[in-house]
């Protein structure tokens, strides 16, 4: 039985597109007979054991560490990591490391896999440096982004494996010199078991939320900058003028919480725009339950050209009805007119126009859901996404064990 020992930012039961895909990933190995446990950083955000069973999941947690400038506090995280994981080796006996970005748990996971012998697969969600620019923490060019770029290099030649979650990554790691042969795409999917069922409409809350004969355009998610919320707020004049009773609900919050909301209230669509905040994640289908059509209108960087999102496909697996910004990630998931809009980004204008079309046209959307569904189902479902794993594990686990008999 293959024992896989998982290295992780931070996981279940904190609620985020990483520890949701972490989650299935964990789910359906162990559904396939294998074993597995996850650590997680000094990052961690939420307080806890030692060790706690989530889902069925057991996690083991690194202990906190001092507060220092960056970046030593970066080197005593791999560190303490690193001492971590060690000692797991010892207590969980597994057959292989499997460190998920960002590049601080691959370099801990390296030096626990050399010291130990154990084959190591480093998985790619988005690459560091790209993140903290898209989040605002960074800046495209920098000597930390170019460190971090390094690092992130480092890692890779590390590794005995890489996954990545989507073509743009896998491109652009080729492009850097890594061989095509190294690299696998494991892409983000769905747990149909968690979003296969769309949820039926919740009447009572459409009331509450006085949305009641409005045609409701939603965003469910974090509020970042690199998200276009702002660009989404600004195009409601123009969308309310040609479909008087459209309404924005977003749901969530965010380091551009209070700017957007401040935006909203200026709009001369405020009365139009609907903030709920964050919800809990089991109350979050009810939200879904009254969006006619899921928002995405990201900005165009390399943060969004390289990295395809999670929730568009929760979305079309919800049978939503979805438009998004023509970036790279989106592409990679939204075929326009076939399985969901796709618009220009960064621009109020186009997404105002590309609403009200939709709007305007229902009679398309029976077919458009149905064929997004498929695309889930077939492309998207993570009880096959399961199968890409499998083959990388095994050579690993092969070439080590040629390694050790010779």
């Not at 001092?66 to 597994?94: C, K, N, T, Y």
């Not at 499997?98 to 010291?115: D, F, K, Q, Y």
């Not at 009641?212 to 309310?240: H, K, Q, R, T, W």
């Amino acid at each position: 039985m293959t024992r896989i020992l998982h290295i992780l930012d931070h996981s279940l039961p904190a609620h985020s597109g990483y520890t949701f895909r972490t989650r299935a990933i964990l789910k359906a190995q162990q559904a396939k007979g294998w074993t597995v446990a996850g650590v997680t950083g000094v990052r961690h955000p939420l307080p806890g054991p030692d060790h706690e069973t989530v889902d069925g999941i057991d996690f083991h947690r690194t202990p906190a560490i001092a507060a220092l400038p960056s970046p030593l506090r970066e080197m005593h995280e791999v560190g303490a990591l690193a001492r971590r994981i060690d000692a797991l080796v010892e207590q969980f006996r597994p057959d292989l490391l499997h460190a998920h970005s960002p590049v601080l748990g691959a370099l801990a996971a390296t030096r626990v896999a050399r010291r130990r012998g154990l084959p190591l697969v480093y998985e790619i969600r988005a690459f560091w440096e790209d993140a903290a620019v898209g989040n605002g923490t960074g800046r495209e060019g920098s000597v930390k982004y170019r460190i971090v770029r390094a690092l992130e290099r480092r890692a890779v030649d590390a590794a005995d494996a890489v996954v990545v979650i989507c073509d743009g990554l896998r491109d652009d790691l080729i492009a850097r010199g890594v061989a095509p042969a190294k690299i696998t795409v494991s892409p983000n999917g769905v747990d149909l078991d968690l979003f296969g069922t769309p949820a039926r409409p919740d009447a009572q809350l459409r009331s509450e939320l006085g949305l009641d004969g409005a045609e409701v355009i939603g965003f469910i998610g974090s509020f970042y900058d690199y998200e276009g919320l702002d660009d989404l707020i600004a195009a409601m004049p123009a969308l309310v003028a040609r479909r008087p009773h459209a309404m924005l609900l977003l749901v969530g919050g965010g380091p551009r919480e209070a700017a957007l909301e401040a935006q909203a209230r200026a709009s001369g669509a405020a009365a139009h725009i609907r903030f709920i905040g964050r919800v809990p994640h089991d109350q979050v289908e009810r939200y879904y339950s009254l969006i006619d059509v899921l928002a995405y209108p990201r900005k165009a960087m390399r943060l969004t050209e390289l990295v395809t999102p999670l929730k568009p496909l929760e979305a079309m697996a919800q049978g939503r009805i979805v438009a998004a910004s023509d970036v790279g990630g989106h592409r990679e998931l939204i075929e326009h007119g076939v399985t969901g809009t796709l618009f220009a980004p960064g621009d109020p204008a186009a997404i105002a126009a590309a609403l009200a079309e939709l709007l305007a046209h229902r009679d398309g959307w029976d077919a458009m859901r149905s064929r997004a569904r498929a695309f889930v189902e077939a492309e998207r479902n993570w009880s096959s996404n399961i199968l890409r794993y499998e083959p990388v594990y095994q050579e690993l686990l092969d070439q080590f064990a040629r390694r050790s008999a010779a």
